[in-house]
């Protein structure tokens, strides 16, 4: 069936040069948006990736204090095949991410530091496609990163932090978004979004019996397909797009 104009995906703005990602867990981004991150990084244009916890309640056979050592190695080993080097981590726990002034104060401050123009995050939703319930540290977090946009600029709000006040936010793209708007093309890149997600490889082994190479495939080309008939029929990762 073809689609009306109004069911088509707009093309990601691309006049800016600094992104900062900021999500709960490592695997947040390689689930779905790193071909993305690898189309932009080939343009010349920095990610920074921000890491709420180490995601170290992640795997249910290994001990926190092993699995944040194993999970941080796994992330920037994810970021490094995107073109991503700078990953910084924050000491907030796994699985009990409070939304509230604390978390908007660490991110505001990061967003301070990177002076960033686009703001990548997860679906802060309650649920994904409807019925399957989100968990607290995304929705903590998706919030947060949406409210902290704004916190960053105000330099009433948390007036203690290091860096001065950057109010150049110009957009919150929401990655893994149940009403997407915006859109990238990833058919140079799509490649290097399951070579990104199979690097998390303890994780994936100890959440599935399948090949990791095969179910990185399935699930990221899965969803590169999924919205291509609303993007001209190309491969695509598909955000909510928030301006400011
Ligand atoms: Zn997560």
New binding site residues.
Partial sequence: MVGDMTDQLAPMPGDWQRALAI???P??LEYGCASAVAAWTDEGREVTYLLVTR?EAGIDTLAPAESAAVREREERASAAVVGVTRVEFLDHLDGVIEYGPALRKDLAAAIRRHRPELLIT?NPDDTWGGTYWN?P??RAVGRAVLDAAGDAGNRWIFPDTEAEPWNGVRWVAVSGSDSPTHAVDVTATLERGVRSLLEHRAYIEALTTKDPETYARELIEGFAHQEAPRFGGRPSVTFRLYPR
């Fill in positions: 999500v709960a867990h695997d947040d995601g997860l968990t540290d995304h």
